[in-house]
């Protein structure tokens, strides 16, 4: 077995990189951080971003495995992400990487990739318990959201992907290493626990993927990720991703990181740009009515809240007002918060309210709007939460409920987060409330997905009801679809919905809402 260290590594303890490091980049030391003016990595990862764009190519030309380029191109993947084409080449070649692009620029497979693709190229027997390769994520959510983007091309390559987290069976996780896995995606928390009772060794890892460090960060997770670190091999090759590096990141590197690889992708558009950032001056008593105005809208909106019991009193209250809406906060369960998401990334219910602790974990495409009815702590959760919407390069708008009070908060949040905003003081039924509660495209709903046998008890855990709101033809007013719920899992139609105890199939349901379920596919990562 590879031998592990209980320190940091340095430098001798890897083997030599391939490729030359980018002129200007800071080498690895113990030195600290200067007390002002950006630092080193700050430096080197600005220029980095600053560089000529590679020359774009397609996946067939970065000498991968031909099954992972087939099953890229099955899923509509031909030509890569900016950032992918920046990273992959180090990547390929073994070397660490510090990297950092946007929310949504495609920056989980220009790490998972490389993880695939370098498995493939050195194929070990699976052991039990002994994963090869290692991807730290902060949230469950984002675990899940990893696990299924890079799930279907390790098929491909006759890999396994498993989850680690809080929140579930571990039961479960540990019969699945058991059986042996080559990629674990993981939370900090619940991988030290099954390395503390020898149910995960982390000694025959060659590659760790960092995922969101900053995040890591604010979280207080640091501490739990150096101890993972100091259970992998010297010599293994590790990469760190993330939108933004800062509180303490930049010694994580220094401590872990060998000689690596800086890659960065300018904001194609500026935040300004890439959404309509606005502002909704209002009396605290008017927050619901507004609210509630603009939920009834056609398209997706979603809406953050500071509290968990926030968020379920609003999901309550934009309800009785017309606008069905689900809540996920921490106090729920991970079935339960998946549920929802799935839910609303199927268009039913349209509304979702949320905490700050989802608001990374909220991967669903065509979300337009995304409103602050708290607003956030500081200006990484004002981008965080914004950040939701205007996906890769798609456009949005953010609107902050902004009381007269917190007025000179939100004109620092906006300052500090380089964002201009529009101001409106507005109630419910101004013309401006009634302008955004009529914008966005009608969603089309999609069927939920099979939910799987989850829980102690062994029984699908089925969607609890939730009244699907469907937008009309053109031309048509949206229509309240009856009150449904799935079936269970044992039905053999895995569209079939139970209304008034009945089984119900699911498309002349959405046909009579005047609505189409197409199958649809997503350009991952």
Request: net charge positive; hydrophobic share 40%; with cysteine.
């Amino acid at each position: 077995m590879t031998q592990t260290s209980g320190r940091p590594r340095t430098s001798s303890h890897r083997r030599p990189s391939g490729g030359g490091r980018p002129s200007g980049g800071p080498r690895r030391s113990g030195s600290s951080r200067p007390s002002s003016g950006p630092s080193p990595l700050e430096a080197a990862l600005t220029a980095a971003a600053e560089s000529p764009a590679p020359v774009a190519r397609p996946f067939a030309e970065f000498n991968l495995p031909q099954p992972l380029v087939t099953a890229l191109v099955g899923r509509g993947m031909e030509q890569p992400f900016a950032i992918q084409t920046r990273v992959l080449p180090d990547a390929l070649a073994g070397r660490d990487v510090l990297g950092r692009a946007q929310t949504g620029s495609g920056k989980t497979l220009a790490f998972g990739i490389p993880v695939l693709a370098r498995l493939h190229a050195n194929p070990t027997p699976r052991k039990p318990m002994i994963p090869r390769a290692l991807i730290l994520v902060p949230t469950r959510e984002l675990a899940r959201q990893v696990a299924d983007a890079l799930t279907p091309l390790a098929q491909a390559l006759d890999q396994r992907v498993t989850t680690v987290v809080g929140g579930l069976s571990m039961g479960r996780q540990i019969d699945a290493l058991r059986r042996g896995v080559d990629v674990v995606v993981a939370t900090p928390g619940r991988l030290i626990d099954l390395m503390e009772r020898n149910s995960c060794q982390l000694g025959s890892i060659e590659i760790t993927v960092i995922d969101e460090a900053d995040h890591m960060a604010d979280l207080g997770f640091l501490p739990a990720v150096r101890q993972i670190l100091d259970a992998t091999p010297n010599g293994g090759q590790r990469l760190l991703l993330s939108a933004t590096l800062d509180g303490g990141v930049d010694k994580l590197v220094r401590d872990y990181l060998t000689d690596p690889a800086f890659h960065a992708v300018a904001q194609t558009t500026d935040p300004a740009t890439a959404m309509d950032h606005k502002v909704f001056t209002l009396r605290g008593e008017d927050k619901v009515a507004v609210a509630s105005e603009i939920a009834v809208r056609p398209a997706r909106t979603l809406f953050f809240v500071r509290t968990k019991h926030g968020a379920d009193r609003l999901a309550k209250q934009l309800s009785r007002a017309g606008a069905e809406a689900a809540a996920i906060h921490g106090n729920l369960n991970q079935n339960q918060r998946q549920r929802a998401l799935d839910a609303f990334a199927s268009g039913h219910p349209r509304v979702l309210v949320a905490t700050d602790v989802a608001a990374r974990g909220i991967h669903v495409d065509d979300v337009d709007l995304v409103v602050h009815y708290d607003l956030p702590n500081d200006h990484k959760d004002y981008l965080h939460r914004s950040g939701r919407t205007a996906r890769a390069g798609a456009r949005g708008t953010v609107v902050s409920f902004v009381e007269p009070f917190q007025t000179r908060d939100v004109v620092r949040l906006h300052r500090d987060a380089s964002v201009t905003a529009t101001t409106d003081q507005v109630h419910a039924g101004h013309d401006v409330v009634r302008e955004l509660g009529a914008s966005g495209e009608p969603v089309i709903i999609q069927p939920l997905p099979s939910q799987g046998r989850e829980g102690r008890g062994g029984r699908s855990a089925a969607v609890r009801p939730v009244a699907a709101w469907a937008a009309g033809a053109a031309g048509r007013p949206a229509v309240r679809a009856p009150r449904v719920r799935r079936a269970a899992a044992t039905s053999a139609d895995p569209t079939a919905l139970i209304m008034n105890g009945r089984v119900r199939d699911q498309e002349p349901l959405l046909r009579r809402s005047g609505t189409v379920a197409p199958s649809h596919g997503s350009n991952g990562a």
